[in-house]
């Protein structure tokens, strides 16, 4: 998968470029503001996107993750603190709350690589904090 990554924190976001690329993903791009991640999500072409939901420009992450749903980009907020995610989750496939481990972020990754390739559902992992769903 193409990956942005959107996040403020130099040493986290470097941290998770890391990982995602030792599990086979590009990162195209990492973002610190909401500016320069909605300049990078229209100038590039992404499968996937990590969130962080506070930026260097205020708690803005829910801007751009509603830009990135606009966009048909599947993403995750990756934040410490996961309360800020509006209950709609603002398009979001789920949330990964800091601090995590790198074990639990790679099993993320390999849930939502399935589930975006469109293979058969693993087993959420237990880091990984989905929406709500209501049934009809």
């Known amino acids: 998968m193409r990956i942005i990554i959107v996040e403020d924190e130099a040493l986290l976001a470097l941290e998770l470029e890391s990982e995602v690329e030792a599990a086979g993903h590009t990162v195209i791009g990492v973002a610190a503001d909401s500016a320069s991640a909605m ?66 972020l790679q099993n993320a990754l390999e849930y939502l690589d399935a589930m975006i390739s469109g293979k058969d559902a693993l087993i959420v992992p237990p880091n990984l904090i989905m929406p709500a769903t209501t049934t009809p």
């Open 39 to 104: 300049t990078l999500i229209e100038k590039e072409s992404a499968d996937f996107a990590f969130v962080d939901i506070h930026l260097l420009d205020g708690p803005t992450g829910v801007d751009v993750g509603r830009f990135l749903a606009s966009k048909d980009i599947p993403y995750v907020f990756v934040s410490g603190n996961v309360k800020r995610i509006p209950p709609d989750f603002a398009g979001a496939v789920g949330a990964i709350e800091k601090p995590y481990t790198v074990n639990g």
